[in-house]
Every structure is written in C-alpha cells, then in structure tokens.
C-alpha cells in the first residue's frame, strides 16, 4: 500500500516514510492510495481486545512494518498508562453510546494516538535508517502540547520542543505542560496567539538552510500534528473497536448501520470514522460537530467552505479553529482522487480563504451531516445530561451530544448512535462545573477538581492528581520570532 501527496499524486511514499515526513511536498497531505477492506469479520473483532483489533486494523495501513514491528508498537502504546484496562470504555448515556477517549495519561483523546505515535516514528527512523536524533516541533492550543510531551518524554533518539500561546490555554492545560518532566522535553509560552505559534512552527520546518546545518549536527524535525498519517491510522481502531463492542454487548448485531457524531476542530477524529467506514465498518451518517466557529456546518449545508470570519474563543477550545486541516483529505477522494482539483482548491483556500466545490462533489457528501452548538446550548446539554443520571461530560463532547440531540430532533432518526467522547471533564472543571451551578464560579481552580469528584462520583484521575503541587520546570516565555533561537538553545546548537 502506498501513501500519494493530495496535492500531487506521482510525490509518494510508503507508511513509514509517510510517518517521518509528516507533511508531503508544497503543503500536501499523505493519503493511502486504496482503501483496504477488513480482513476480519465484525463478529470475530468482538471478540479481541483493543490490542488485537488495533492490529487487525492498523497492518492493513502500516504494510511495511513487520508483524513484530507493529505488535511491539501497540503493546507499547495501550497498556497500564490507560486507567481503565479495556483503554477506551463504551457508556451508554442521554439514548446514545458515547465512546470515552480520554482515559490515557494526559486525560484528552489525542492520547489515543500520540501515546502510539513515538514507537511509530522511532521504528520509522530504524527502518529507514535514520541516525539523526528526531525533533519534534508542536505548537499548540492546550491539547496536543501535552499529550505529545507525555507521549515523546524520554523515548531514546526523539527530542521534543513545544510551543503554546501563554495567555491562551486553561491553568489545568498550562500546569500540564509546564510541570513536564521529561530530560528530553522543552516548553514555551509565547507572547501571541496560537496562530503565531502555528506559524513560527511552520517557518522553521521551512527552513532549509537550518534543517542542512542541524542535520550536520545530528538532529532532524519531524511532526506530531494531526496530519501526521501516525496520528491518522491509530484513530481508526477505536471506531472498529467501539461498534464492536456494542456487537458483543448485543446492542446491534453485526452488519447494522450506526450513527456516528464527532466534536471537530482539524476534522482529524470524524476523518478516521470516514476511513473506518471505506474499510467496511456500517456507518450510517457521520454527523460533524461544530461550536460557534461553524465553518464546517456552513460548508456541509452550502458546498463552500469560507474562513473569513470572526475567530470565536469558546468554553470548547480545542474546537476554536477556522481551517480544519484535515478536510483536505475529504476533499481530495470526493473530487475523485484528483491532486490537481484539490491543490486548485486549496490555493483559493490560501489566497481568498475560501473554495467551493461541485454539485458532484457535494453529492459524494451524502453521509454527512453538520451540525452546531452555542455557548449556551452546551452548557444547557452538561446540565441536562448531568440531571438525568449523574453523568457529567467535558463541554468538547457537550457539543457532539448537542448537535446529535439536534440531528434527532430534525430527521426522527433512530439508529443506535455512537459519540466520540473527546476530554475528561476534569480537563475544563469550570466550564463544566458553572454550567451545573453557576456559584461554583467562586472557588479556585483545584478547589473545582474536587468539587467535581464530589459532584460526579469519579476519583480525580492521576494526570490532575499529580499537577497540584508539581514543580515548575519551564519557565522560558518568548517573543514570537525568538522561536528558533530558542529551539537552538535547547538543542544547544
Ligand atoms: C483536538 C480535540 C478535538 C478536535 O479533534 P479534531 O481531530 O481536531 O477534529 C475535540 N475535542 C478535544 C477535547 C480535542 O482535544
């Protein structure tokens, strides 16, 4: 299987060369060629363990890593760092099913991949014989950063530098980073916003001058974004993994079409269901999740994607964003797997922020429905949902459970639904915590943390837990053109 640029077909590469790029040539994105089917049925995946049903999936994507290769990589990556030993629990609660991502070490479901990614890239760099150490550069809006640190601190060969927008994150986000403890980790505030972090991220990775010096001295950059075809594959599995346990629960029987609704930002979680579906899996409508920055519902009702507006700072951070990176990948199959019509849309993303596609295109679109929440629907939904039966949800998977309560609303579909549960409610303790009663404003941040545990009944995970009275180790805070002497100096180069 081979992975092809989707802004020019003929630049292609095999997974692992895939892995360690990151990005393709002039911006591109690497997409797998052919779609493989399931080798496996429904009813014997319900059977495995999450282990074995991410090898079931995960070989068909990965062709060039050995079966000893990948074996090692899973079992190295979903193991007791999960508080839970069957990784990713699936709940029903609110007439629906949601899929809790966010039991790995940094309580978010970025885990579910960069806690993989590291034995991913490290065997990518042994197979290619790589000898250089990797660096890796994230910039971040509160998520990723921490999640990559925890996934990266201490693996041999990897260095990792992250950058978050100093004022811009939530205190439980910035603790998390900052307190990082890792010999191999760096952390940055920066004063500016995440763009400019994003930015200065992209211009050093753009560099070529720097990239030939510091290859001299033994380092190379690579990326732990979610358009890393590494973070991509790993989120497949837990779509398989998820329907089949409600195949084994006996909720639907093998073959049954289910809903599935995902809170998006980069349109990377809601992309893996996409692919799940092309490798067999029965999905019915994938329902795309939006907060107030509802660029993505816009397009799905319009067929024009349009970035020019009013970025919104909403109680759903991770989903602040106005150019979902990922789409690019929808775009390219729908257009037919065409690099020259996708590159023509994305230079007109680039330079007038906006495109539009086809009737035929949208047409391919069929299976998609988008929806939004507002600020006070959400916090409306953590209430609701929390009065019913005690359950209390992070505001990112608010939105889905919003917009999915809105699908039903409209349509009067009933098929059994599945809901991408994205962060721990322990993540946003004041957004969610306000949302129930607004008193609670009053009281300190870890004054929340075990209002909540009081609250909700589950035991403050240990990723909080260990933050209260944890040290500060990063203090560096940069202007935003100081990022690559920085980087240098961490590098000490
Ligand atoms: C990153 C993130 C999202 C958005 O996921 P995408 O793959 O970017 O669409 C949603 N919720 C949480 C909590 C996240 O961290």
Known sequence: ?????????????????????????????????????????????????????????????????????????????????????????????????????????????????????????????????????????????????????????????????????????????????????????????????????????????QDKELAAYLDEKGFQFSSANSINIGRLVPQIVYYVYSYTRLVKDGVITAGDKVNVVVPTGNFGNILAAYYASLMGLPVNKFICASNDNKVLYDFFKTGVYDKNREFILTSSPSMDILISSNLERLIYHIAGDDSAKNAALMKSLNETGRYDITDDMKAKLDKFYGGYATEDEVADQIRLVYNEDGYIMDTHTAVASRVYDKYKEETGDNTVTL???????????????????????????????????????????????????????????????????????????
């Open 1 to 205: 299987m081979i992975y092809r640029s989707t802004r020019n077909r003929e630049e292609t590469a095999e997974a692992s060369q895939a892995i360690l790029r990151g990005l393709a040539e002039n911006g591109g994105l690497f997409v797998p060629d052919e779609i493989p089917a399931l080798d496996v049925s429904l009813e014997d995946l319900a059977k495995m363990d999450y282990r074995e049903v991410a090898y079931s999936v995960m070989k068909l994507m990965l062709t060039d890593f050995t079966e000893e290769e990948l074996k090692y990589c899973i079992n190295s990556a979903y193991d007791s760092k999960f508080d839970v030993p069957d990784i990713v629990p699936v709940v029903k609660h609110h007439d629906a099913h949601y899929i809790e991502l966010f039991h790995g070490k940094t309580i978010a479901f970025k885990d579910m991949a960069l806690s993989i990614l590291p034995y991913l890239l490290t065997t990518s760099a042994k197979k290619n014989n790589i000898k250089n150490d990797i660096v890796i550069l994230t910039a971040t809006s509160g998520d990723t950063g921490k999640a990559a640190l925890a996934g990266f601190a201490d693996v041999p060969g990897t260095r990792i530098a992250v950058f978050y927008p100093k004022n811009g994150v939530s205190p439980v986000q910035e603790k998390q980073m900052v307190t990082e403890k890792g010999k191999n980790t760096f952390v940055a505030g920066i004063t500016g916003n995440f763009d400019d972090a994003q930015t200065g991220v992209k211009n050093i990775f």
């Open 419 to 493: 809901i991408a549960s994205t962060a721990s409610p322990y993540k946003f303790t004041r957004s969610v915590l306000t949302a129930i009663d607004p008193a609670y404003d009053e009281k300190g941040d870890f004054e929340l943390v075990d209002e909540l545990e009081k609250l909700s009944g589950v035991k403050v995970p240990n990723a909080v837990e260990e933050i209260r009275s944890a040290e500060i180790l990063h203090k560096t805070v940069c202007d935003k053109e100081d990022m690559e002497k920085v980087v240098r100096g961490f590098l000490g180069v």
